[in-house]
């Protein structure tokens, strides 16, 4: 018997730098951020709201971008992007004020929204369905590595050079990676083997196994798919995710400097640490969940149970951390919330694969566009509430209490149910898709 190939290893490899550098070229305005208030003279409300340009266009684009690449396929959807936001991300070192600031990244916002979208599309026809959940869990782990990394590289840059030379780099990377994928990447196994050879039959009929085929009955258009309550309940609760994470992705950095005391070289290591715990809780929260799901056979366990208690681990390990009189143990507490929340994000999106099938792409957008309603006003909240009450507590709080309504959300959320069986798009028959 024929023994399987790796190559969608090799797709799951590239995928992870993708991933990685999203954070690099995400995380690195936050570790400039208190040069970037100096240089142009900006409170921390009006930084706020550079930080919050990025997440309003990152959700208003979400939708369109992940149908796109429903469309026409990550192969060519991701190579667009990509070049764009490289493009964009070398023009945030050119910025020249605090307007041009906002517009950039609100540009930067339009370009890496379909970027996690389309590649949960890519897996659909590369991954396993038992594997999904460590899959997403280590993708969205490389992307935590490289929000980590980011503090550290980019404090090194700016030491030597300034702030802006560091935004040029994080475009060139991404633009190489743009190349290798354009060239490389196909949309299917069964492409990829006509293109390049290297994957046998043995390993796309193991990528398929297990898989059903849904006779679809129509199209799933917008209006159709909002009235899936599964997806709902998924979306909200991943807004109460976003709004936690982006406290990290934005303001940990300052608050590190001017709440904890930290100089900006010692900042830039601290800042790593918490997240290289998230990194750890990425990848074990997808595996534990997909070892939960092949012991038990049950769906709901695997995915409610892994999400709600990485959900109640951040919550309850946040505000101790906010209101400890040590700078060390705060940033310990304030890494073991990161590690517990990031535990939800592979089961998150191997919930979107689960429920959307051929339709991934657009359930993962939609869930990311309104998710990142959360990322939106997290910058602008916690700023808001600092700078108005002058405490660093109270933005702490406000995110554990948000993290228990997402716990609460979770319990609604079925992973069994696909959005063609809840909305009623099956023929009366079913096609196995094992045979290719």
């Known amino acids: 018997m024929e023994k399987p190939t790796k190559t969608r290893y090799w797709v799951l490899f590239i995928v992870c730098i993708l991933y990685f550098i999203t954070y690099v070229d995400r995380v690195n305005i936050s570790v400039a951020a208190p040069l970037i208030m100096k240089e142009f003279n900006i409170s921390k409300v009006e930084l706020g709201v550079v930080f919050a340009a ?25 190579t667009v992007l990509v070049v764009l936001w490289a493009a964009v991300d070398v023009m945030t070192g ?5 307007t041009s600031l906002i517009v950039i990244r609100f540009l930067f916002g339009i ?29 969205h782990a490389c ?23 560091a935004f040029y780099f994080g475009g060139a ?17 069964e492409e990829l083997q006509a293109k390049w050879g290297g994957i046998n039959q043995a390993e796309i009929d193991l990528i398929y196994q297990g898989q059903v085929k849904k006779k679809v009955t129509q199209k799933l258009p917008f209006r159709t798919l909002i009235k899936s309550k599964n997806l709902w309940c998924l979306c909200l609760a991943y807004i109460c995710y976003n709004y936690t994470l982006w406290i990290f992705l934005t303001w940990l950095p300052t608050y590190l400097v001017d709440a904890r005391g930290f100089a900006i070289m010692t900042m830039g290591i601290f800042a790593s640490l918490p997240l290289f715990a998230g990194t750890i809780g990425d990848t074990l929260g997808g595996w534990l969940s997909d070892k939960i799901w092949k012991h038990t056979k049950n769906g709901k366990i695997a995915r409610r149970g892994v999400a ?23 940033v310990f507490l304030l890494a073991c919330a990161l590690f517990g929340l990031e535990m939800t994000v592979g089961v998150f999106w191997a919930t979107c694969l689960d429920i959307g099938h051929d339709y991934a792409g657009t359930v993962s957008a939609t869930m990311n566009s309104i998710g990142a ?11 808001f509430i600092v700078q108005r009450t002058g405490s660093w507590v109270y933005p702490f709080i406000l995110a554990s209490g948000i993290l228990i309504i997402g716990t609460i959300l979770w319990t609604k959320i079925n992973p069994e149910l696909s959005l063609v069986e809840e909305l009623g798009l099956l023929d009366s028959t079913d096609i196995s898709k094992k045979e290719v």
């Open 54 to 78: 990025f997440s309003w266009a990152y959700s208003i684009f979400q939708i369109p971008v992940g149908i796109l690449g429903d469309k026409y396929g990550p192969h060519k959807v991701l």
């Open 94 to 98: 050119l910025a020249w004020s605090f």
């Open 111 to 139: 370009c890496e929204s379909g970027a996690f979208p389309t590649a949960t599309r890519a897996f659909s026809h590369w991954i396993p369905a038992t594997e999904r959940g460590f899959v997403q869990g280590l993708t």
């Open 143 to 165: 992307s935590r590595l490289g929000g980590a990394i980011t503090p550290i590289l980019m404090v090194g840059i700016m030491s030597q050079f300034g702030w802006r030379p």
């Open 173 to 189: 990377i991404a633009l190489a990676w743009a190349i290798i994928w354009f060239i490389w990447y196909r949309n299917k196994p």
């Open 308 to 330: 709600m208690a990485g959900f109640l681990i951040a919550a309850f390990c946040m505000i101790p951390g906010a209101m400890t009189e040590s700078q060390y143990l705060s």
């Open 373 to 383: 309603i959360g990322s939106a006003m997290t910058p602008l909240i916690f700023g």
